[in-house]
């Protein structure tokens, strides 16, 4: 670009060779975006969609429905592994029914437990000290 005799190069005007080209970021390169955090992935990932057949028909359902149908249908061909745990959650939600509330709901698996986490959970709680 030719030297413009009319524009002045100083405090707050660069030349303008310097400057940022029209449609050029400031920044091409950017922060990075965050990462996910788990809760945020698992529930993307659980309502994205699948097709499954049934009665010959293909269907669209979420991941999360799927998910509840795969459990009850190892539950109902008596998979040992599976029925612990959805017993204890239908038994959670006859009580939440019963008392007309309904609360987050957590499900621990003490197989993926950190072990400081079960050490912690192991010993007696302060005030909570054996009886005599």
Avoid: C
């Avoid at 060779?17 to 788990?38: C, E, I, L, M």
């Amino acid at each position: 670009m030719p030297h413009e005799p009319d524009y002045e190069v100083g405090y707050r005007k660069p030349p303008r060779h310097t400057r940022f080209k029209k449609g050029q970021s400031g920044n091409p390169r950017a922060r990075p975006k965050r990462s996910k955090d788990f809760a945020a992935l698992l529930t993307e990932i659980l309502n994205e969609k699948v097709t499954i057949t049934e009665n010959g028909q293909p269907r669209q359902i979420t991941k999360r429905e799927a998910f509840v149908r795969r459990v009850i249908d190892r539950n109902v061909l008596g998979d040992a592994k599976a029925v612990q745990p959805f017993l204890r959650l239908m038994d959670e939600i006859d009580r939440e029914r019963k008392q007309g509330v309904r609360p987050t709901r957590h499900i621990f698996r003490p197989d993926l437990e950190p072990e400081w986490k079960k050490a912690q959970s192991q010993t007696p709680q302060q005030g909570q000290g054996p009886s005599t």
